[in-house]
């Protein structure tokens, strides 16, 4: 069964750290490429970071140096630390793996995790 859970976010004045948690059932995290994603009251979701099964790292560019994403393949779990947050972070995270997983052919993605940055 495919479950992804993410936790973590939460209301932050500019500046200040979050670290996201993403806890996924079975063996998603040591078989993907694990990925954090986003999506902004009336924007597209789009991907913020992701992590090879071999530790290779990718940034959006308005992150990079703000966001490190981390995996731990021992608990099953993908962690997003990010720091030097901005308002234009607010949206809701999710994690998924690349490429996206599925349940049939619909594309699953958990319930989120609100992030909101604003003093």
């Known amino acids: 069964q495919v479950q992804l859970v993410e936790s973590g976010g939460g209301l932050v004045q500019p500046g200040g750290s979050l670290r996201l948690s993403c806890a996924a059932s079975?063996?998603?995290?040591?078989?993907?490429?694990m990925a954090w994603y986003r999506q902004a009251p009336g924007k597209e979701r789009e991907l913020v970071a992701f992590v090879t099964t071999h530790g290779s790292t990718y940034y959006l560019a308005s992150v990079k140096g703000r966001f490190t994403i981390s995996r731990n393949n021992a608990n099953t779990r993908v962690y997003l630390q990010m720091n030097s947050l901005k308002p234009e972070d607010t949206a809701v995270y999710y994690c998924?793996?690349?490429?996206?997983?599925?349940?049939?052919?619909?594309?699953?993605w958990g319930q989120g995790t609100q992030v909101t940055v604003s003093s």
């Open positions: 998924n793996a690349i490429p996206r997983l599925r349940v049939g052919v619909q594309e699953y």
């Open positions: 079975g063996s998603i995290v040591n078989s993907n490429t």
